[in-house]
């Protein structure tokens, strides 16, 4: 089983920055991929961000440029540093990672709030 604990969501500004965490506990496999995702009321959860053991990222188009994902094997944390936040940026960021096999699994954290308003 694996277990992921996000923190470091908040009300910030237009234009302001901020950086999520994720913590991952329980067996983590060097071929697991983990991400970010986001998802506003009435919409789909959507990809932010995800990286590979090997620090391989790939980005949505709208935050390229703005976000940048990171991580920690040893620690086995995910880090997403969100500079220039826009107001659409406004969502529930939810921390993930996919085990990829014969069936591929997804785990979840709880997810945390980003507001960005004046």
């Known amino acids: 089983q694996v277990q992921l604990v996000e923190s470091g969501g908040g009300l910030v500004q237009p234009g302001g920055s901020l950086r999520l965490s994720c913590a991952a506990s329980g067996s983590i496999f060097s071929s697991d991929v983990m991400g970010w995702y986001r998802q506003v009321p009435g919409k789909q959860r959507g990809l932010v961000a995800k990286?590979?053991?090997?620090?391989?990222?790939n980005y949505y188009d709208s935050v390229k440029g703005r976000f940048t994902i990171s991580r920690d094997n040893a620690k086995n944390t995910v880090y997403l540093q969100m500079n220039s936040l826009k107001p659409e940026d406004t969502a529930v960021y939810y921390c993930?990672?996919?085990?990829?096999?014969?069936?591929?699994?997804?785990?979840w954290g709880q997810g945390t709030q980003v507001t960005v308003s004046s």
């Open positions: 990286i590979t053991s090997g620090g391989t990222a």
């Open positions: 993930n990672l996919r085990r990829y096999g014969l069936y591929n699994y997804d785990y």
